[in-house]
């Protein structure tokens, strides 16, 4: 499985992006899917998750009523609608899936699969 990130760059304060996570290998249609986000010099934390379903998402309190997760199982792929960006949220955002479908997990260490990382600056 591949998964392949993309969608990052430089945006001002209170802007928006919207992230892509494409997968290819094999459908992912079965697979809780997440996003995460490292910042220079910082641990690697969570962000959002779906659920396979689609009928279920989780958010770090940070991100709560800015970012919203959403997939298109037909297409392998999964977004991150990001608003009102704030400079703190400056990262390189990384997907990942998760095989164990039916857990929603916020720990890294749970994902198996990962993109390569797409980065996002929000600066002025």
């Known amino acids: 499985v591949q998964l392949q990130a993309s969608g990052g760059g430089l945006v001002q304060p209170g802007g928006s992006l919207r992230l892509s996570c494409a997968a290819s290998g094999r459908t992912l249609s079965n697979y809780t899917m997440g996003w995460f986000r490292q910042a220079p010099g910082k641990e690697r934390e969570f962000v959002a998750l779906i659920t396979w379903e689609g009928d279920n998402s989780y958010y770090t309190d940070s991100v709560k009523g800015r970012f919203a997760i959403s997939r298109d199982n037909a297409k392998n792929t999964m977004y991150l609608q990001m608003s009102s960006l704030k400079p703190e949220d400056t990262a390189t955002y990384y997907c990942?899936?998760?095989?164990?479908?039916?857990?929603?997990?916020?720990?890294?260490?749970?994902?198996?699969?990962w993109g390569q990382g797409t980065e996002v600056t929000v600066s002025s």
């Open positions: 990942a899936a998760d095989r164990v479908g039916w857990r929603s997990s916020t720990k890294i260490d749970e994902y198996d699969y």
